[in-house]
T-cell receptor
Framework: QKEVEQDPGPLSVPEGAIVSLNCTYS??????FMWYRQYSRKGPELLMY????GNKEDGRFTAQVDKSSKYISLFIRDSQPSDSATYLC????????????FGTGTLLAVQP | KAGVTQTPRYLIKTRGQQVTLSCSPI?????VSWYQQTPGQGLQFLFE???????NKGNFPGRFSGRQFSNSRSEMNVSTLELGDSALYLC???????????????FGEGSWLTVV
């Protein structure tokens, strides 16, 4: 069983829809949670970074962490065609390491 | 402020050859990590360096190696290339050596390696 599970999609939504992306994890040692966006043939770009249970909002993006359920989510409001990309969840342990464990990524297509 | 720079961006190698990839972190960043991304396995951690010391290594064979220089620039080397080594190799840098609210990890655009 992988430490981080993510539905690979693909997920297709109409422009303006609310998108919900999710990851589950099995290791309670994870302390930091991130969402990256990756466009085709580009490197991952950090969208959200959280380190506690609860919600964090940044513009049209909201990240949610539920440590008791080992479940994280990313919500995208008013989705745009430019949001079409692969979304990767990533997790980091505490302590002296920057090692990230990634989900497989969800491919999102926003149709105009 | 320049981002993480990786060279070369694209390269084609033959089975059995070796390859060296280079990474220049964001100015001031002392932590560099390397990842391999393939369609089947996704993003997998290769190794992590902080102040020229390797702190963590992923589950890859000894053909994969790396190093970090005193200016924080890093290189990774793959010897005796196999077809399965074809992948996007990503370098990431961060300011600190551990997690924290301000310690964001930034990725480069990657080096696309094709082994034929």
């Amino acid at each position: 069983q992988k430490e981080v599970e993510q539905d690979p999609g693909p997920l297709s939504v109409p422009e303006g829809a609310i998108v919900s992306l999710n990851c589950t994890y099995s290791n309670s040692a994870f302390q930091y949670f991130m969402w990256y966006r990756q466009y085709s043939r580009k490197g991952p770009e950090l969208l959200m970074y959280t380190y506690s249970s609860g919600n964090k909002e940044d513009g049209r993006f909201t990240a949610q962490v539920d440590k008791s359920s080992k479940y994280i989510s990313l919500f995208i409001r008013d989705s745009q065609p430019s949001d079409s990309a692969t979304y990767l969840c990533a997790m980091r342990y505490g302590g002296a390491t920057n090692k990230l464990i990634f989900g497989t990524g969800t491919l999102l297509a926003v149709q105009p | 402020k320049a981002g993480v720079t990786q060279t070369p961006r694209y390269l084609i190698k033959t089975r059995g050859q070796q390859v060296t990839l280079s990474c220049s972190p964001i100015s001031g960043h002392r932590s560099v990590s390397w990842y391999q991304q393939t369609p089947g396995q996704g993003l997998q951690f290769l190794f992590e360096y902080f102040s020229e010391t390797q702190r963590n290594k992923g589950n890859f064979p000894g053909r994969f190696s790396g190093r970090q220089f005193s200016n924080s620039r890093s290189e990774m080397n793959v010897s005796t290339l196999e077809l399965g080594d074809s992948a996007l190799y990503l370098c990431a840098s961060s300011l600190l050596g551990q997690g924290g609210s301000g310690n964001t990890i930034y990725f480069g655009e990657g080096s696309w390696l094709t082994v034929v």
